[in-house]
Nanobody, 127 residues
Framework: HVQLVESGGGSVQTGGSLRLSCQVN?????????MGWFRHIPGKEREGIAG???????SVANSVKGRFIISQGDAKHTVFLEMSNLEPEDTAMYYC?????????????????????WGRGTQVTVS
C-alpha cells in the first residue's frame, strides 16, 4: 500500500514561485512507480500537470511548460513540482498521485484514471 503526502502549497503573488513536495510512504518496490502532479479548480475538470516514469523520464503539460518542473529525490521517496512565474490561473488544489506498479511512460499523467494512489492535496493561491 502506498501513501502520499503533499506539502509546500501557499499563497504567493503573481510572478512568484513555489516548490511542492510529495512524500511517498508505504511498502513498494523502488523504481516501479510512476508519479504525477495534478490540479483541480472547483467547477473544472482535473488537469494533469506533469509526470515522471520509473526511469525518471519526465513530461510536462504545454499549459505549464517552461514554468513548472517535475523532479524526484535521489531515493525516489519524494517527488517535487517546482513552479515559477506563477499566474492567478494557477490557483488550484494540487495533488500528487502514483501508479504502482507502472511500466508506462511519463506522459500517462494525461490519464488521471490510471493512478490508484492519491494524496489529499495542497492549496496554491496566486494573487
Amino acid at each position: 500500500h502506498v501513501q502520499l503526502v503533499e506539502s509546500g502549497g501557499g499563497s504567493v503573488q503573481t510572478g512568484g514561485s513555489l516548490r511542492l513536495s510529495c512524500q511517498v510512504n508505504g511498502s513498494y518496490k523502488r523504481g516501479s512507480m510512476c508519479m504525477g502532479w495534478f490540479r483541480h479548480i472547483p467547477g473544472k475538470e482535473r488537469e494533469g500537470i506533469a509526470g515522471i516514469d520509473r526511469g525518471s523520464t519526465t513530461s510536462v503539460a504545454n499549459s505549464v511548460k517552461g514554468r513548472f518542473i517535475i523532479s524526484q529525490g535521489d531515493a525516489k521517496h519524494t517527488v517535487f513540482l517546482e513552479m515559477s512565474n506563477l499566474e492567478p490561473e494557477d490557483t488550484a488544489m494540487y495533488y500528487c498521485a502514483a501508479k504502482y506498479p507502472c511500466s508506462e511512460a511519463a506522459w500517462i499523467y494525461t490519464k488521471f484514471q490510471l493512478y490508484q494512489f492519491w494524496g489529499r492535496g495542497t492549496q496554491v493561491t496566486v494573487s
